[in-house]
């Protein structure tokens, strides 16, 4: 890069000049990459998922050891920087950048290490969920992680984390045995269960509120290689035979099936015949990690006429990747999600008529099965809590840039949002979206959250780590 002097957004909203040499000694510390715009690797460093959310930073540090970490964290804190933390950039409210501040981007920590004979995983905070299932799944293990493959650990695993596994195993957080942190101090710390305990309980859903993780330790499970999963396709006009379908289907289902209901106007996929697309569809995307599947999919078999149906034998890792491609980079996200007990016929009932008033191609409803082993923790086993969760549902808006109906799109993902809302038990935080609050934030917490405040405040006292889902520190 250049050096040069450069105007920085700072912590109380001004701007600092950092200096050439300043920016020089910066760059003498930092063995990884430190960019500035127009610099080789500018691009992907601030490139994010949502391109509703998108901001630019004045200055990008790529680590490459914890070391730069904590040389990039003391170099924010000394000179008051807005400092953020990239792991994947697929946050939806895009709080991996710091606009015009300073923006560690992890993507160079991706080395993953499995030790089989004690099923763990030691991961790199930049890996993607395709780096640590490709290494996990050699040995016939996996780790406890999201279903879109191109999602970062880092995010995910901090804001407490679900994906098809959760209903086996519990949260990701509930299978996290230990991290390596760079707090707000530029101290490198270790926290698990025993050695700063404190820490670790905020960490496990507490959001980037605490500190840059450079390294996770997952507890592994036996799954895979092959599972019987994939996805089953019928016209909306038979959604209330489906939804009553799902309904059967989840509150028998054994905890080695996960089943996700999903409502939207079909895709131009090869899978689908060519006269099916654009139209309303609904959907089960399925995971049976376990024996008998075709037993305990019998429901769903029996449901008739459906447009495709690709359940099958597969590899984990296919399944995993299943969804890429209905979440690529760059156009506009917009979601409303809530943690809810079950599927009473009212629920349902609104879930549809918000669900098939959909009006981008792009968009969906969704409904993913929890319940099983997050439920038998205690509430407060990790800052994450929602114990009480049995499903979550989302309204899942997504558009082109840019699109004259962005309006309308926008009103469809809170209308339906708020007549579902009622059924609420809670809110998931990464699911947040930028125009969210304060108390939304709060209240993803519940009873949790005036704990967290009290860690926040014992290891941010100045809330360095502010560009998140904030939790502002109490003592």
């Avoid at 895979?224 to 289902?253: F, N, Q």
């Avoid at 209901?261 to 099916?276: D, G, H, I, S």
């Avoid at 209308?415 to 209240?443: K, P």
Wanted: hydrophobic share 45%.
């Amino acid at each position: 890069m250049s050096i040069g002097s450069i105007d920085i957004a700072a912590l109380d909203g001004g701007q600092v000049n950092v200096s050439a040499d300043q920016v020089g000694a910066l760059a003498s510390a930092v063995g990884g990459q430190l960019l500035r715009a127009g610099d080789a690797g500018w691009d992907d460093a601030v490139l994010i998922w949502n391109g509703m959310a998108a901001q630019v930073p004045a200055l990008v540090v790529r680590p490459s050891a914890t070391a730069d970490v904590v040389a990039a964290v003391r170099f924010a804190a000394d000179h008051g920087l807005l400092l953020s933390v990239k792991g994947g950039g697929h946050n939806i409210a895009g709080t991996s950048m710091a606009p015009g501040g300073l923006t560690l981007d992890m993507s160079l920590l991706r080395d993953v290490a499995v030790d089989p004979a004690a099923k763990l995983a030691t991961v790199g905070a930049g890996c993607l969920i395709r780096h640590v299932d490709g290494a996990t799944q050699e040995h016939g293990l996996a780790a406890v992680l999201g279903f879109v493959s191109e999602t970062g650990v880092a995010g995910l695993t901090v804001g407490g984390g679900f994906g098809y596994l959760t209903r086996r195993f519990g949260w990701t957080v509930d299978n996290l045995e230990d991290v390596e942190v760079v707090t707000a101090d530029g101290q490198v710390r270790t926290a698990n269960r025993d050695e700063n305990a404190d820490l670790f309980w905020a960490l496990r859903g507490g959001g980037g509120n605490l500190g840059v993780v450079t390294r996770f330790t997952y507890r592994l499970h036996e799954v895979g290689p092959t599972v019987t999963a994939g996805m089953i396709v019928w016209s909306a006009e038979h959604v209330d035979d489906v939804m009553a379908a799902y309904k059967e289907l989840t509150e028998s289902a054994p905890r080695e099936l996960t089943a996700v209901l999903t409502v939207r106007m079909a895709p131009p996929a090869p899978f689908l015949p060519a006269e099916w697309h654009g139209k309303e569809i609904v959907a089960m995307v399925v995971c049976h990690s376990g024996e008998d599947a075709e037993a305990d999919l019998a429901v769903v078999r029996r449901l008739p006429g459906p447009i495709a149906d690709l359940i099958t034998q597969k590899p984990y890792v296919a399944q995993q990747a299943m969804l890429d491609a209905t979440q690529p980079k760059g156009p506009h996200y917009y979601w409303k999600s809530e943690f809810i007990p079950g599927l009473s016929d009212d629920f349902l009932t609104a879930y549809r008529d918000g669900a098939l008033r959909v009006t981008s191609p792009m968009s969906q409803s969704v409904i993913f099965h929890l319940a099983g082993a997050l439920n038998e923790h205690a509430a407060d086993d990790g800052a994450m809590g929602n114990r009480d969760a049995a499903y979550v549902t989302a309204f899942a808006g997504c558009w082109p840039p840019p699109d004259p109906r962005s309006a309308e799109h926008l009103a469809w993902v809170r209308d339906s949002w708020e007549t579902v809302r009622r059924f609420s038990t809670g809110n998931y935080v990464n699911f947040q979206v930028a125009d969210d609050d304060a108390g939304r934030t709060a209240a993803a917490y519940g009873p949790n959250y005036d704990r967290l405040q009290q860690v926040k405040a014992a290891y941010d006292p100045g809330n360095l780590f502010r560009v998140n889902r904030n939790v502002a520190p109490r003592p």
